[in-house]
Nanobody
Framework: QVQLVESGGGSVQPGGSLRLSCTASGSIFSINAMGWYRQAPGKQRELVALISRDDMTVYADSVKGRFTISRDNAKNSVYLQMTSLKPDDTAVYYC???????????????WGQGTQVTVSS
């Protein structure tokens, strides 16, 4: 079984910064991509940022220029550096991995437990 564990969430004032971390563990043959999604109350879950195995990145328009995604392949980890945070960034943030658990298995989506980010004064 594959597990994703997140850390780094919390409460911050507008204009502040936070760094989220996520590490995958368990049975892992390969990781094709990792990313971050978020869900605010009353809204659908949305993609925030994604990074592929060859370091191609995708960002939501609302976070471009403020958030940076990165990864450490040797540690099976992905990070999200968030700066200039706004109240609209308040949400539960979920780590996502597109992972093959073995040579015989197809790629599956795996999710972390979620971490709360609150931006308010």
């Amino acid at each position: 079984q594959v597990q994703l564990v997140e850390s780094g969430g919390g409460s911050v004032q507008p204009g502040g910064s936070l760094r989220l971390s996520c590490t995958a563990s368990g049975s892992i043959f390969s990781i094709n991509a990792m990313g971050w999604y978020r869900q605010a109350p009353g809204k659908q879950r949305e993609l925030v940022a994604l990074i592929s195995r060859d370091d191609m990145t995708v960002y939501a328009d609302s976070v471009k220029g403020r958030f940076t995604i990165s990864r450490d392949n040797a540690k099976n980890s992905v990070y999200l550096q968030m700066t200039s945070l706004k109240p609209d960034d308040t949400a539960v943030y979920y780590c996502n991995g597109k992972i093959r658990p073995s040579y015989w298995a197809l790629e599956n989506d795996y999710w972390g437990q979620g971490t709360q980010v609150t931006v308010s004064s």
